[in-house]
């Protein structure tokens, strides 16, 4: 099964309406994403293949979506997050 990875930049994920626009964006999130930090979690939660996401810069975002993604990967065994600084 091949894995999903994702390079994401904590930097573009320091305000959160505009962390949401280009998680969408980053992640290919359908067109109904909430936009929100639950909205988040579903769709982290809901990835069925292994998944491989890692954030440069992550010291540098909110601290709330970094903590959405902790917690879906606690939740979801198929995602492995790494958080660089």
Do not use: C
């Not at 894995?3 to 505009?18: C, F, H, K, P, S």
């Amino acid at each position: 099964m091949m894995t999903n990875v994702y390079e994401l930049d904590g930097t573009q994920m320091q305000e959160r309406t505009a962390a949401h626009d280009y998680l969408m964006e980053a992640m290919g999130f359908p067109s109904w994403y909430g936009k929100n930090l639950d909205a988040l979690y579903d769709m982290l939660t809901a990835y069925g293949a292994p998944t491989m996401i890692f954030i440069e810069a992550a010291d540098d975002a909110d601290e709330d979506i970094l903590r959405v993604f902790s917690d879906a990967m606690e939740e979801n065994p198929q995602l492995t997050i790494i958080m660089e600084d």
